[in-house]
């Protein structure tokens, strides 16, 4: 407060005009405390996130990720610390079990695919992933189910990592001709990544992206969201059109292939760790395929995986 020449103090922005007999009154006084009670909420609220991260930063000193890592699982449990410290103690149990961080050799058959990969960023500067049509072949084994999950963490951890927030947009490019029953419509492969990402990568999602979203795609989507929380589903857009891509990813860091600017095609060489005779093998075999001129984006014969090592066959090494 400040006190004007005449001596009569009065809160900054409600002079003495709106006083009535000495008392604030009318609308002035219910606006002041609303804004009184909003600042000390805001407070609040700021304090007990300040002490939760502090609480996790004691119980888990040096955790990968720093504080982006700790705010997510934090924020997945509104800022309890208990709660908080039961799923990143659970999510530290997996990584061991699972073999985290994945290592890109043992999976670089699906790497080498390219229908999965990072590059560019959004608008807020996070990651964007692209997930280009089935997630998985028609038919396809338990074990390429788990071994294209793998690919996905992969990025998904790298991602994070770059990420300033620790949060990434995803876009996922439907192929529509796609046999039924298999790819994204198979169960199996969303339902374990769903998984995985809820419990062990939460809060990373800052948006979705689904293009080109049909009807038949909507109606499915329409059964499919009852099973998903209602702060995810906010996140999850569906998209007609490939422009409407733009909304999310500026023009110059979006696929040309999307209707960008951004000149790109993936190659196993980016992959970091990949062995340099394995990534001119890809190279190789890649150009191969483009000469005869496939759609990007659409389903595409699968490539060889690069040669192992001498004395090692071809193919991704075990998991």
């Known amino acids: 407060p400040r006190a004007p020449a005449g001596g009569e103090w009065y809160q900054p922005g409600y002079g003495p005009e709106t006083r009535q007999g000495g008392q604030w009154g009318g609308p002035d006084r219910e606006r002041w405390e ?50 908080a410290s039961e799923m990143l103690g659970s999510s530290l149990r997996w ?45 396809a084994t338990p074990q390429q189910v788990a071994l294209a999950v793998r690919a996905a963490v992969y990025w998904m951890d790298q991602a994070t990592k770059k990420s300033p927030d620790g949060k990434v947009t995803v876009i996922i490019v439907r192929d529509p001709t796609a046999p039924r029953g298999g790819g994204l419509n198979k169960l199996q492969y969303p339902r374990e990544l769903a998984k995985i990402f809820e419990l062990n990568f939460p809060e990373a999602l800052a948006t979705a992206c689904v293009v080109p979203a049909d009807g038949l795609f909507r109606g499915l989507w329409g059964v499919a969201s009852r099973f998903v929380n ?63 001129a496939p759609q990007w984006g659409q389903p595409q014969r699968a490539l060889p995986a690069p040669p192992g090592p001498p004395g090692v066959p071809p193919g991704p090494a075990p998991p």
């Open 34 to 83: 609303a804004e009184q009670r909003a600042a000390r909420e805001a407070q609040e609220q700021e304090q007990k996130q300040q002490r939760a991260l502090w609480t996790l930063r004691q119980r888990f000193p040096g955790i990968e990720g720093g504080d982006k890592t700790l705010e997510r699982f934090l924020e997945a449990r509104r800022y309890d610390a208990d709660e």
């Open 95 to 139: 990584r061991r079990a699972y073999g985290f961080p994945v290592e890109p050799t043992q999976i670089v058959h699906q790497l080498a695919q390219g229908t999965i990969f990072q590059q560019g960023t959004d608008y807020e500067g996070r990651p964007v992933i692209y997930h280009i049509g089935p997630g998985v072949p028609p038919g």
């Open 230 to 292: 209602e702060k995810t589903r906010a996140k999850i857009n569906l998209l007609a059109d490939q422009r409407d891509l733009l909304r999310f990813v500026p023009y110059q860091e979006l696929l040309q292939s999307l209707g960008g600017g951004k000149a790109y095609r993936f190659a196993l060489g980016d992959v970091e760790g990949i062995p340099k005779e394995w990534a001119e093998y890809h190279a190789k075999m890649q150009a191969q395929q483009f000469q005869q």
